[in-house]
């Protein structure tokens, strides 16, 4: 049984899980936290979550498909006859500008099966129009470019497997979906696992897509120390030591040196193994170019150089700075519906450049078909919205999903370079009563109601969210707002205001005793992130602790992150482990040396693990190499006593986001959450997405066009 600071796990039972902290609930026994004991503050019973009429959370029975398994969603089989827009095969087939839709698709094409068609088989043709507040680098994926996020990258890219969908699927037969692996198998031993790839599909400018693609992308970018793919894939995401190899050219083979890590398989989805094309690709690439360099290489697709060939079911066919992005179909997707017809149905997609913020705002006014509603001061302004008979959208909220922490730097070895005074706040960081008693100074039901008042809004104590399955309330250790016991904390630390200025002092040979000073670095992107950063400086400062906010916008604030040059960092939960636990579970703990999004090693490649860390790598460890249901979840419920006791992470809070979208479209889940295993554009699985011919539009900007050349100027077909 693994203990929490030594002790037996019992002592964790006596914790205090209650919030508010009244004035007569701040009792001396609080001190002992000081010591490492944990117990009550009086409120006696851990925090119950908080479920709304207004919001509903459906349960498992109300989500649209939920209890089937992957083979319920897709297949892959041939079908009798296929079919395509009428106006392809009039305009395109018959004038010979491309081969017949049959010989465009694979000898096995993905089908959907009926529990991915809740409206059943759809038709073709409308658009579905969005709005994103990033703007697109370029679309070399693989060299760390980023497509402008908001779902484009998911409207052009594929994976080797697929997890998006799987809020669908029953937990007990949960397993990510085949997508470019169609099948897999383990070998006796569970050491190797042999993928077959889907056989006869194509880029969209035609071209085979092959094992080739998929090495090309592990030799040369994910194992090549020079190249930083986006969303962060490194050799540790799938283990130390492993290795891929081609058998054929369908046929790939991992190696692995442990048995039965099933958990990778989630690693192969979005995004840590969505392989781009390597006929494109390699001739910019050093290893193949020396004329090149790995600039170069990054840089040589930038956003303006469009039909950049893709797996995805739309392609980037023309791009207007800071006014739009227009993604048209991909006549050689392979994906079909039951009937044959090829996939998507609609024609055309088009992101609107704008702000985040213009997002919800575009939905509610019409202007945009589809948007994530992920902050919570908008929430009833939306559902009121969503009932008034003329609204033109539905309003889905999923389980509580989204998340805010702070992440306390915990590397004590150099990463990012810290100067002294960088060093000793590190060595803060570090200190369990340190962080327990920054815990205690923020009050997390006012942060909250900053943003909105009433049952939207959830504290958040950190550790696995209420929405992962392994989840549970009764292990998870919550720090009650109580500013005077944190001071009492800092102190038993040595941490007083020593010149009367509010503000606790280093001892003397520290810092030569100046006032404690964090750097929190946020986001000034969101309303949201900026009222949180100034709402912990004001917590801190009640316990006297002197914040600095540092605001940098979201590509250069996860740079700082990502680099280690953080004290405190604010964050967004965008990641899936803390969501699904089977997903990223090596994210959990820092299991390897750049693993972790908040603990690296520093530069000679090793960890300085603190005590609960090494409990927590042992735990996650553990969850990944056990096949037993029933102990999967005993390791979870000691690891969310771990990480919550131990003030892992600083939680604030948990609530459900929004999915908007117009009530014109058919085949859409209810209950789709914004994030759990990805977020809502691949969930919703846009491709199967349809419009009866009663409601549609005429919002297509360039109707009859499909792709063009690649690498002849971007003319369209």
């Known amino acids: 049984m693994v203990s929490l600071h030594g002790r037996e796990d019992s002592a964790v039972d006596k914790a205090d899980t209650c ?59 041939r079908l009798p006859a296929y079919a395509e827009p009428a106006w392809i095969t009039r305009d395109f087939v018959r004038k010979g500008k491309l081969p017949r839709v049959e010989r465009r698709l694979p000898r096995e094409p993905l089908v959907y099966g009926p529990a991915a068609m809740p409206d059943g088989p759809g038709v073709y043709g409308d658009a579905l129009r969005q709005v994103t507040g990033g703007r697109p680098e370029g679309w070399n994926y693989s060299a760390g470019q980023s497509q402008g996020w908001g779902g484009i990258d998911l409207a052009t890219m594929e994976c080797l497997t697929r997890t998006g969908p799987l809020f669908l699927v029953d937990p007990a037969r949960l397993e990510p979906l085949p997508n470019l692996a169609k099948s897999w198998r383990w070998s006796a031993d569970g050491r190797q696992l042999t993928m077959q790839l889907i056989e006869g599909a194509k880029w969209s400018d035609g071209h085979p897509f092959s094992s080739a693609d998929v090495m090309f992308y592990w030799n040369d970018n994910v194992l090549d120390p020079n190249v930083s793919p986006l969303n962060g894939a490194s050799p540790d995401s799938f283990g130390p030591g492993t290795r891929l190899e081609a058998l054929g050219p369908y046929t790939i083979r991992w190696t692995f040196r442990r048995p039965f890590p099933r958990d990778y398989l989630y690693q192969m989805a979005y995004g840590k193994f969505c392989p781009g094309p390597a006929h494109v690709l390699r001739p910019h690439h050093p290893r193949y170019n020396p ?90 302004e939306v559902l009121r919205s969503a009932a ?44 369990t009563r340190f962080r327990q008693a920054v815990s205690m100074a923020i009050d997390r039901v006012r942060l909250g109601e900053t943003q909105t008042r009433g049952p939207f809004i959830h504290p958040y104590p950190g550790g696995l969210l209420e929405s992962a399955p392994f989840y549970d309330a009764r292990d998870t250790i919550a720090y009650p707002h109580d500013p005077a016991t944190a001071r009492a904390l800092l102190a038993s630390i040595g941490l007083v205001d020593r010149d009367g200025d509010g503000f606790v002092n280093y001892p003397r040979e520290t810092q030569d005793g100046a006032n404690v000073t964090i750097v929190l670095t946020a986001s000034p992107d969101s309303v949201i992130e900026r009222s949180f ?136 889940p209810a209950g789709t959450p914004v994030i759990m295993f990805n977020w809502a554009e691949d969930a919703i699985m846009r491709e199967r997405l349809w419009v009866p011919r009663a409601r549609r539009s005429r919002y297509e900007l360039r109707p009859g066009t499909l792709p063009g050349c690649f690498d002849c100027g971007g003319a369209r077909r």
């Open 291 to 380: 004329r090149s360099s790995y600039q170069a290489y990054k840089l040589a697709f930038p956003a303006s150089r469009v039909n950049f060939p893709v797996m995805g079911a739309w392609v980037v066919t023309e791009y207007r700075p800071d006014d739009i992005l227009i993604l048209r179909r991909n006549p050689y997707y392979w994906k079909v519906d039951a009937r044959g017809r090829q996939l998507p149905y609609l024609d055309e997609v088009q992101y609107r450049l704008l702000s985040w913020g213009d997002r919800e705002v575009q939905a509610i006014a019409g202007g945009s078909d589809m948007a994530n509603i992920e902050g919570p001061a908008s929430f009833v």
């Open 19 to 77: 919030w508010r902290s009244r004035a007569s609930r701040r009792t001396a026994p609080m001190l002992a936290v000081a010591a490492g004991m944990l117990v009550s503050g009086g409120c006696g019973q851990p925090a119950a979550p908080v479920s709304s009429p207004a919001i509903a959370t459906p349960g498992p029975g109300e989500i649209a498909g939920a209890g089937v398994g992957p083979a319920d969603l897709v297949s892959y089989r």
């Open 388 to 431: 008034r008979p003329q609204a033109s959208f539905r309003a889905i909220f999923g389980p509580r999903t989204i998340a805010y922490s702070v992440h306390f730097n915990l590397s004590g070895n150099g990463w990012g370079e810290p100067d002294a005074r960088g060093r000793a706040v590190r060595r803060l960081n570090r200190t």
């Open 533 to 668: 950063a100034e709402g912990i400086q004001m917590f801190a400062r009640d316990a006297g602790l002197r914040v600095v906010l540092r605001f940098a916008s979201g590509p250069q604030r996860d740079a700082l992150r990502a680099s280690g040059q953080f004290d405190w960092v604010l964050q967004r939960n965008e990641t899936t482990e803390l969501n699904t636990v089977v997903q990223g579970a090596d994210a959990l703990a820092p299991t390897g040396p750049y693993t972790h999004a908040f603990h690296r090693a520093g530069p000679d490649g090793r960890l300085d693990l603190l005590p609960h860390e090494r409990q927590l790598v042992a735990l996650v460890r553990a969850f990944i190499a056990s096949p037993d249901a029933a102990e999967r979840r005993r390791l979870m419920r000691l690891y969310q006593r771990v990480s919550t006791a131990n003030v892992n992470a600083l939680g604030l809070i948990q609530y459900s986001g929004g999915v908007l979208i117009d009530k014109r479209f058919a085949n859409v």
